[in-house]
């Protein structure tokens, strides 16, 4: 390079048949002032060599000149024409240098990513610089970092976009349904799969035993397909009941009673039934028909048990029932009698409270705006009589009045059996013991008394308890001949 002292401007060295020139005047720096001044660079380093061996080519004497010929006018022409276009050329390399301004875009797919030397066609055509380009692709920022003697430039990667392939929605049954049936190539699907997913969280393998929403995802290259697995448990079948008040006589269909569903949500379907009436000869049920009757008024207990055909599920309850007369009406007859009364034609031998009891009871209960108060005093009228009769009998008690009714019920043969009652009296007691001494007569009637208990209203009125006199009438007989035997 040449050096000038006086601007600090460099410029190419020139030799002419080996001899070194002057630079200022054959290759001045300043020259594209007057033309471009955006293409001038005022510094420049090189070599330029020219050789002629035209004889009219003349030198000074220290041979840094020309002496001035047609010739020397030539190459001085063609020194600065030179000068010209190295300004130009070099004035771009600047700006390619400066900007890097070399892509047609700045974002390129994925796709040709894989091979670094396809980006080569994303630069400009007319770009001078382009071969010394250098590309480095950075996965973790989803980029491509292009490099140019130190000056960068990012181009972004455009993801690719994989056609997404839904496969559909399939609903299978827990232990009932077989996924490899139900669904083509399910065992090469999971095999192939590369994510799988339940309720939105990723699972590192798929469980077929679990409840829940799965997703099946298979990615390649190209193609995303994803499989929708929606896995349910089978539930226990289940009973409703829809009425608990009946009428008494009336047909009922089981289902008007009842909502039977089965182990997979739906009513009616795939169950197996068995109805059992805990012996009570009062309730008629129809299997064909499917059709159940109630003839006994009071509460009535039954027994259903369905199970699955598909899942062998069960569910067993009791039902209980509370079965009424179709009328309420109490006829004149009925409201003019009393509630409580002696089933045999004894003077009575009661302790004074139990009689003095019996009779508010029947008093109050022949008063119209009377309903429920005899009623209860009548429950606790059984509870008394009952408690007497086992300490006539020198009998335990306990403090259920079920347990200490069966008690009195269990020696009630006895007591008549062995009593000094006629014959007449003693047929009119042992009639009224056979039609109330099944367990379920005694159970359904201490339930009657107890309806509070059972579901049924808080308490029950006059009309159903004219309906249940026969236990007081032998209860009040069997007291009767427990009082003679503790007089003996």
């Known amino acids: 390079m040449f050096y000038n002292p006086n601007t600090n401007e460099l410029t190419p060295l020139i030799y002419i048949n080996n001899n070194l020139f002057n630079n200022y005047t054959l290759f001045n720096t300043e020259l594209m002032t007057t033309k471009k001044y955006s293409e001038v660079l005022k510094q420049l380093i090189g070599y330029i060599s020219i050789k002629s061996s035209d004889p009219s080519i003349q030198f000074n004497s220290d041979r840094t000149q020309f002496a001035q010929s047609e010739l020397t006018d030539e190459i001085t022409r063609f020194i600065e024409k030179l000068n010209e276009e190295t300004q130009k050329i070099g004035s771009s390399l600047k700006n390619e240098l400066r900007d890097l301004d070399a892509f047609i875009q700045k974002q390129i797919p994925e796709a040709e990513t894989s091979n670094l030397d396809n980006l080569q066609k994303y630069i400009k055509e007319d770009f001078k610089l382009k071969r010394f380009i250098e590309f480095q692709k950075d996965l973790t920022a989803n980029q491509i970092n292009c490099t140019l003697f130190g000056n960068k430039k990012i181009l972004t990667?455009?993801?690719?976009?994989?056609?997404?392939?839904?496969?559909?929605?399939?609903?299978?049954?827990?232990?009932?349904?077989?996924?490899?049936?139900?669904i083509t190539d399910f065992d090469d699907l999971l095999k192939n799969s590369t994510k799988i997913v339940l309720d939105g969280k990723e699972q590192k393998s798929f469980n077929k035993e679990i409840e829940g929403q799965w997703k099946i995802v298979t990615e390649t290259e190209n193609v995303i397909e994803t499989l929708h697995l929606i896995l349910k448990d089978t539930n226990q079948p289940k009973i409703v009941q829809k009425q608990s008040i009946l009428k008494r006589g009336m047909d009922y269909n089981l289902d008007n009673l009842f909502t039977f569903t089965n182990s997979f949500g739906k009513e009616d379907e795939g169950l197996i039934f068995e109805i059992d009436t805990k012996n009570n000869s009062t309730i008629n049920f129809n299997k064909g028909k499917g059709i159940i009757n109630f003839g006994r008024v009071n509460e009535n207990t039954i027994s259903i048990k369905i199970s699955d055909k598909k899942t062998k599920k069960i569910h067993e309850a009791d039902f209980t029932f509370k079965v009424e007369e179709d009328s309420f009406d109490i006829p004149k007859s009925m409201a003019e009698a009393d509630l409580v009364t002696m089933p045999i034609s004894k003077e009575v031998n009661f302790r004074v409270d139990i009689a003095s009891f019996i009779r508010e009871i029947n008093q109050i209960f022949k008063i119209e705006d009377y309903s429920f108060?005899?009623?209860?005093?009548?429950?606790?009228?059984?509870?008394?009589?009952?408690?007497?009769?086992?300490?006539?009998?020198?009998?335990?008690?306990?403090?259920?009045?079920?347990?200490?009714?069966?008690?009195?019920?269990?020696?009630?043969?006895?007591?008549?059996?062995?009593?000094?009652?006629?014959?007449?009296?003693?047929?009119v007691l042992s009639a009224l013991l056979s039609s109330i001494n099944s367990k379920e007569e005694r159970e359904g009637f201490v339930a009657f008394l107890n309806l509070s208990t059972h579901g049924g209203p808080r308490i029950i009125n006059k009309v159903e308890a004219m309906k249940k006199t026969q236990e007081i009438k032998l209860l009040l007989g069997l007291l009767y001949i427990s009082g003679l035997d503790k007089e003996k």
């Open 157 to 182: 990667i455009i993801p690719k976009v994989k056609h997404e392939d839904n496969l559909g929605t399939v609903e299978s049954w827990i232990g009932i349904d077989n996924l490899s049936e139900q």
């Open 373 to 427: 108060v005899p009623v209860v005093s009548y429950r606790t009228l059984i509870e008394i009589v009952v408690n007497d009769i086992l300490d006539n009998q020198n009998i335990d008690k306990t403090e259920s009045l079920l347990k200490n009714y069966n008690k009195v019920i269990e020696v009630g043969n006895t007591l008549i059996k062995d009593s000094s009652l006629d014959d007449a009296d003693k047929r």
